[in-house]
């Protein structure tokens, strides 16, 4: 009851005295709105950050190569074209871990056309792809229907296919189910050539935002027929550096990225047991995005501490608009002590005014905070959805945290505390027959 007293009686004088109350508390309202915004911004970017990095490469690790640690500087060179990783080395990986590293495989066949009539011409472009490849790109190709090209056909080189839902209707017409069905391709530089279809995908809205598809009729597009990748090496030699830098994907939600780090690279430390000077050397993106992360979380706290700054101001505010509130009630304070008031109860009384006047300041700067956020989100998509190379994988998504909204009330109270200690004892130390004779 003596405490729910003295809080009204800290609103009573702080509702008598609005304006001034809230010039006071202008103070705490930039320093706590800042410290949210900024804390809130930082944690939201780290999310986002981390949601499109793991969605690019979360399940990927990556091949390069290094000298061994003995070289002397004096043999130092190039690497030898027999020094890198063979495809007969990738076949091996794959049946050793029993499909649980996919390793990402492509390779560019050509441009093709079907004729559907006499005066109907359907344009593709065909590509081998191992199933690591298809779904590394997840982000434009996704599997709707039938299967991948499996490790059999890849194998055994033979002529399936995958296509997409815009080459399905474009050929067959719309509602017809492609998958079982046959196709000749005529393909550049190769001739026609008979495939079976085992897949339907459909692509997605970024993988047509290139300035090539501007103006491009749904019926006229070239869309891709991805095929067995050692069915496309038999048709056309692929690249050397399909092989030379490798990707792997895991097929296994169960394994991490650093466990298979531990294990691709244990099967090639076997593999260049005798190298003379370059080995493989496997790397997973996660451990810069953790050195990300950390810079992130830095620059936050050194912002949110630099904001924070403000909060002194504002409490200095506070201490001196107490002051002259002691000031003003000098004969309040007389009397009150006249009937019995004590020294801890004067105290009490205006450290709890001092308080509230920081606690209200922090919950107004806390919605602030929040707006601001909200503003920066809905800013920051529209900026995302401009560039249509990072729509598919960045969504900004700005969530206000907890901790730092009851931290930042907390600390508020503190500052009104501590910034109305001073004050309040004053007022306590006030001898009743001078307050009383104060004009």
Request: hydrophobic share 40%.
């Amino acid at each position: 009851m003596y405490l729910l007293e003295n809080v009204r009686l800290a609103l009573s004088s702080l509702r008598s005295n609005k304006f001034r109350s809230i010039l006071t508390m202008l103070g705490i309202i930039i320093g706590i709105s800042a410290v949210i915004t900024i804390t809130t911004i930082g944690n939201s970017l780290k999310d986002t950050f981390i949601g499109a990095f793991n969605s690019m490469v979360g399940r990927l690790v990556f091949t390069s190569y290094t000298m061994l640690d003995d070289t002397p500087e004096e043999n130092y060179r190039r690497m030898d074209d027999d020094e890198y990783i063979t495809s007969a080395m990738l076949d091996e990986l794959e049946e050793k871990f029993d499909g649980k590293y996919l390793v990402v495989r492509e390779n560019m066949v050509g441009s093709g056309t079907l004729r559907k009539s006499s005066s109907k011409v359907v344009n593709v472009e065909v590509y081998g792809a191992s199933e690591g490849f298809i779904r590394d790109e997840k982000n434009y190709y996704k599997l709707v229907e039938g299967r991948y090209p499996s490790e059999e056909d890849n194998r055994q080189k033979k002529h399936t296919a995958i296509v997409s839902t815009i080459f399905a209707e474009q050929y067959f017409g719309k509602g017809k189910d492609p998958i079982g069905e046959d196709i000749d391709i005529n393909i550049n530089g190769v001739g026609k050539v008979h495939f079976n279809i085992v897949g339907l995908y459909k692509l997605s809205d970024s993988y047509f935002r290139g300035s090539e598809y501007i103006g491009t009729k749904q019926e006229d597009l070239a869309t891709p027929v991805f095929i067995p990748y050692y069915t496309s090496t038999r048709l056309k030699e692929a690249s050397k550096d399909s092989t030379r830098y490798p990707r792997y994907y895991i097929n296994s939600k169960k394994i991490s990225s650093q466990d298979a780090v531990k294990e691709i690279q244990a099967f090639y430390d076997e593999k260049y047991a005798n190298s003379e000077l370059w080995i493989p050397f496997i790397y997973d993106f996660s451990d810069d995005m953790d050195e990300i992360e950390m810079y992130i979380n830095i620059l936050t706290v050194v912002l949110a501490v630099i904001a924070a700054i403000s909060l002194l101001v504002g409490g200095i505010g506070v201490m001196n608009i107490m002051m002259v509130s002691i000031t003003e009630r000098t004969r309040e304070i007389g009397i009150r002590k006249a009937l019995g008031a004590k020294n801890s109860t004067i105290r009490t009384q205006f450290l709890i005014e001092s308080s509230i006047l920081c606690l209200v300041g922090g919950g107004i700067g806390v919605l602030i905070g929040m707006l601001n956020g909200k503003l920066v989100e809905v800013i920051g998509n529209l900026v995302i959805k401009s560039n249509p190379e990072y729509a598919d994988v960045l969504s900004l998504d700005i969530r206000v945290s907890v901790t730092a909204i009851i931290a930042s009330l907390i600390f508020s109270t503190i500052i009104g505390v501590f910034f109305g200690i001073y004050p309040a004892g004053k007022a306590a130390k006030l001898d009743p027959i001078e307050a009383l004779r104060y004009e």
